[in-house]
């Protein structure tokens, strides 16, 4: 077990460098085109296959550090320069984490290299969750996946909505109701491969914020996958069903065991938006000149600032604690995780804000990027659980009681 530290090693240092270079070099300069065209950024993709950052190997090594702390930090950095770029690139990663959250060692084997595909082939893969009538609560879900023993073959129908990479991905990782009475304990998940008949993307979504990034509807018409697309397993899932059906604790529910694993990443993409806003305002405030002077010598501007930092920084230890604890095995026997990405994206919207007031008429110009900033920031309150949701699990665990 790694001991809780701040302090990163030498090897960390230098992956967290590498990335902030890519970032600033390659993605921030791109990142106003690709938000105004809401495309796909290929090109940008392709280019990180290319020097190793999108690759299966990468990620890999990121979830394989002791501390925790690599994957978050690589997030912060790539948020930092476009949050709808950083998305793009690393958004397969979730239905990666799908699959190694849920699935046997085999089928992680099998599935995780082709979430990424290689430099030459380069390939996506999406976490399919949500629909219209379940966001916030998965126990809704209508997606249904009915099992034919004789020819041992899944078929799911439903529509999934909200997805990213959602129909143009090639692997998709499908959460769908097997026992609907029993809500989420009677929910699995399924790889649908490459090519399955009847999987289709439905309506593209056209956003606010992270533009960069592919948001669709996935329509599932009768999709027949293997048996051995059932990550975990079918005798998991039917002793899973049978010990809720029997009144007994169910662990392992197929949503939530991706999302607990994932919300410290997406708190640091969060704080990578906020990182650039008040970075993009400290210097603007030392170069914007009012009434003689530069207007961070003005008090109202500099404590602003000086709160904007201490907001990012408190925010960026959340985050930190809560992927060392994950990573170590350490229980979010307070929400931990939901605190990390409730502080987080709050903040996020909160300190791109400030820096639109800290500009002025500027930063409510495209000329400038924080409105584009402040534009992605906002749905860290909304994706991966909602600002509500995350207090309602802190509040759960912290009382004990179910507070609804």
């Known amino acids: 077990m790694s001991e809780f530290s701040l302090e990163l090693n030498e090897d960390q240092l230098q992956v967290i460098k590498w990335v902030h270079e890519f970032s600033e070099n ?32 990468f990620v890999a090594n990121c979830f394989a550090d002791s501390t925790g702390q690599l994957l978050p930090a690589v997030n912060e950095e790539l948020s930092w320069g476009d949050a709808g770029i ?19 060692p085999e089928q992680v ?32 879900l209508k997606t249904k996946a009915t099992y034919a023993q004789a020819t041992d073959t899944w078929t799911l129908n439903g529509t999934k909505t909200w997805i990213t990479n959602g129909g143009i991905a090639d692997v998709h990782v499908v959460v769908a109701s097997v026992d609907a009475d029993l809500g989420s304990r009677g ?10 008949p009847g999987i289709s ?20 018409e009768d999709v027949k996958v293997p048996g051995s697309c059932l990550l975990g397993g079918k005798e998991r899932i039917d002793e899973r069903i049978a010990r809720a059906r029997a009144g007994k604790s169910a662990k392992g529910q197929a949503a939530m065991a991706t999302f607990e694993a994932s919300r410290p990443t997406v708190a640091a993409q969060a704080v990578g938006i906020a990182r650039a ?40 230890l959340l985050y930190q604690r809560a992927a060392w604890m994950g990573m170590n095995g350490k229980p979010y026997v307070s929400g931990e995780g939901s605190m990390s990405k409730l502080f987080a994206g709050e903040t996020a919207v909160w300190v791109t804000e400030q820096a639109i007031q800290i500009l002025g008429g500027y930063g409510y110009v495209r000329d400038y990027p924080v409105e584009q900033w402040h534009r ?10 909602t600002s509500e949701i995350q207090r309602l699990i802190i ?9 609804r």
């Open 26 to 57: 390659v993605v921030r300069p791109a990142g106003r085109e690709w938000d105004e065209r809401e495309e796909t950024p290929w090109p940008i993709i392709k280019e990180a296959a290319e020097i190793g950052l999108y690759s299966f190997d």
């Open 86 to 104: 950083a998305l793009a690139i690393f958004g397969s990663t979730l239905g990666l984490a799908g699959i190694v959250a849920n699935g046997t």
């Open 109 to 140: 084997g099998e599935w995780a290299p082709q979430c990424f595909g290689t430099a030459d082939d380069v390939k996506l893969a999406a976490f399919c969750v949500s629909e219209a009538d379940a966001g916030s609560d998965v126990s809704q």
């Open 187 to 196: 929910q699995a998940s399924f790889v649908v491969p490459p090519g399955t």
């Open 201 to 220: 993307q439905g309506q593209k979504f056209k956003k606010m914020g992270i533009r960069a990034s592919h948001t669709a509807e996935v329509v599932l």
């Open 277 to 316: 806003a008040y970075e993009y305002s400290l210097d603007y405030a030392k170069e914007r000149h009012t009434f003689g002077k530069a207007i961070i010598e003005h008090q109202s501007i500099a404590f602003r600032l000086a709160d904007m930092k201490t907001r990012i920084d408190a925010a960026r």
């Open 376 to 385: 992605d920031s906002k749905i860290y309150t909304i994706f991966e659980g």
């Open 395 to 403: 509040a759960r665990a912290i009382s004990g009681v179910h507070v």
